[in-house]
């Protein structure tokens, strides 16, 4: 079942923070990040695992609440590079699949 | 030194043709797939592919078909192509399954007149 991403869009002007977040309604297993830049691919971000693990480099890092079934993607003091399509990507224990969100628009600007 | 190719990068045509999509990955990576974009973005798994075995989304319609040449390349065939098949096309590869970061192609955007 696809996972459900909040918000759908947001705009934020250079140097402020953003919050993803990434729901599911099945236990989760792993969660998967990317960005996809306007008419471009979609680029991998991280990986999470279940253990309730907090990965990041740099000024971007998630957070994965297996109590919640919920992913966050935290982006901190934005940068106009950041702008792009974030979707979320879950998959199952035995998955061989990943199941993609429905995408967050996030724009930065200057 | 591309990882991940596509081709064509455009593909016009006329509803009812069949068309292919080639993918090509010099990553050397065991898993392939392919995904449609629609024009709201919903990036949906139609197939994944290693030496060993093929998985299909089961939503997705019998005119499409993957076809894997070697293990650095999956094609894709769709017959009597539909309106509703216009979007846009990713080739994606990954190393031991999608548990780990997958690489993606361009892209190749199918509109079907």
């Known amino acids: 079942q696809q996972p459900v991403q909040s918000p759908q869009a947001v705009i934020l002007r250079e140097g402020e923070d953003a919050v993803i977040n990434c729901s599911s309604s099945?236990?989760?297993?792993?969660v998967h990040w990317y960005r996809q830049k306007h008419g471009e691919a979609p680029v991998f971000l991280m990986i999470?695992?279940?253990?309730?693990e907090q990965k990041g480099h740099e000024k971007i890092s998630a957070s994965f609440n297996e109590k919640k079934q919920q992913s966050s993607l935290y982006l901190t003091a934005s940068q106009l590079s950041y702008s792009g399509t974030y979707f979320c990507?879950?998959?199952?224990?035995?998955?061989?699949?990943?199941?993609f969100g429905s995408g967050t628009q996030l724009t930065v600007l200057p | 030194d591309t990882a991940v190719s596509q081709t064509p990068k455009y593909l016009v045509t006329q509803m009812g043709n069949d068309k292919s999509i080639k993918c090509e990955q010099n990553?050397?990576?065991?898993?392939m797939y392919w995904y449609k974009q629609d024009s709201k973005k919903f990036l949906k798994i139609m197939f994944s592919?290693?030496?060993?075995?093929?998985?299909i989304n089961e939503t997705v319609p019998n005119r499409f078909s993957p076809k894997s040449p070697d293990k650095a390349h999956l094609n894709l065939h769709i017959n009597s192509l539909e309106l509703g098949d216009s979007a846009v096309y990713f080739c994606?590869?990954?190393?031991?399954?999608?548990?780990?970061?997958?690489?993606f192609g361009p892209g190749t955007r199918l509109t079907v007149l």
């Open positions: 990507g879950l998959g199952a224990g035995s998955a061989r699949q990943l199941t």
């Open positions: 592919y290693n030496n060993k075995e093929l998985i």
């Open positions: 990553l050397g990576h065991d898993t």
């Open positions: 999470l695992l279940k253990g309730g």
């Open positions: 994606a590869s990954s190393q031991g399954g999608a548990m780990f970061e997958q690489f």
């Open positions: 099945k236990a989760l297993y792993s």
